[in-house]
């Protein structure tokens, strides 16, 4: 079993680029060590030397890794032409389709396709997103009822709740807790983002949405975590993710507090421009706390 230090020494790759071929792509499944480190067999090597192959000829990633997922090594020249996105992603135009006639078969077809076109964290920052911007901008042109948009929420919610109860619950890792600000309620990139942890072996407690100060700090008292994340999903969560950090920061003095989303305030906020970049920036926080200045400049993301 290797390290991921050794393994990018011999693939030439810099680990957090190890990392996000892993959660992106989901081309290798490495196990863990007993303190919670990634450990990788030789067919996992392997299969990380066949994709820096395909990508040092040139070939896009997600091409890459969907050519070492299925097996086959094609030519570069054979995909010449296509765009970075995995073969089978559907068009996100699709969910408002089916959410027009409420067809929850068509809206689950759907998601199944586009989860299993790629691992979750691709799908989850490149397509999820785009899509519910979409969907945002339909509701906000008046394209869209409000029950449409619940719809598909909803459809989505169940997606990653069965997502966040597969990914397990490490009982080694550093444990997490995470929900949402007082007020906020629109809860799929903390869940999806939770999700994530728990894909890179963490504990995560998640506490869902529109949580009241006096619980969030009942709560991290009794759970003892090694770090919080409180959700601010629209810039006008940010006072009440402000005042929740506060008060942790007050009563719960043992836990690191971060906030995550557009509301979420610069010193405080997590690092990194994507769920996954955050969820990696958080994982190597807590396994190297020295490593990261908290107070150092970092991009919002949505969690």
């Keep these: 079993m290797h390290t991921v230090r050794w393994v990018a020494e011999q693939l030439g790759l810099a680990p957090g680029t190890l990392r996000a071929w892993e959660h992106r792509y989901g081309i290798v499944h490495p196990t863990r060590s007993e303190g919670g480190y990634r450990l990788y067999d030789d067919d996992d090597v392997a299969a990380l030397r066949a ?150 072996g963490l504990r995560v407690t998640y506490l869902g949405p529109d949580l009241p100060v006096s619980s969030w700090v009942q709560a991290v008292r009794a759970a003892r975590p090694a770090a919080v994340v409180v959700g601010a999903p629209r810039a006008a969560d940010a006072p009440a993710a402000q005042d929740v950090v506060q008060a942790l920061l007050e009563n719960a003095p043992r836990a690191s507090v971060y906030a995550g989303g557009p509301g979420a305030s610069p010193a405080h906020a997590l690092g990194g421009a994507t769920l996954a970049e955050a969820a990696d920036w958080l994982e190597d926080a807590l396994a190297a706390p020295a490593a990261r200045d908290r107070n150092s400049s970092t991009h919002p993301v949505g969690a």
């Design 51 to 200: 994709m820096v192959g395909l990508v040092e000829d040139g070939m896009q990633p997600a091409q890459a890794a969907e050519q070492v997922r299925s097996g086959r090594i094609a030519s570069v020249r054979d995909l010449a032409g296509h765009g970075d996105a995995p073969a089978g992603l559907p068009d996100p135009a699709s969910l408002i389709a089916a959410s027009s006639a409420y067809d929850a078969r068509a809206l689950d077809e759907i998601l199944d396709r586009a989860f299993a076109s790629a691992g979750f964290e691709y799908v989850v920052d490149e397509w999820l997103t785009t899509a519910l911007d979409s969907i945002g901008q339909g509701w906000a042109a008046g394209l869209l009822d409000v029950a449409q948009e619940h719809f598909i929420s909803a459809g989505v919610m169940r997606r990653l709740a069965a997502a966040f109860d597969a990914a397990g619950n490490s009982r080694s890792g550093h444990h997490v807790v995470t929900g949402l600000a007082p007020g906020a309620t629109h809860q799929i990139a903390t869940l999806a983002f939770a999700t994530m942890l728990r894909r890179r």
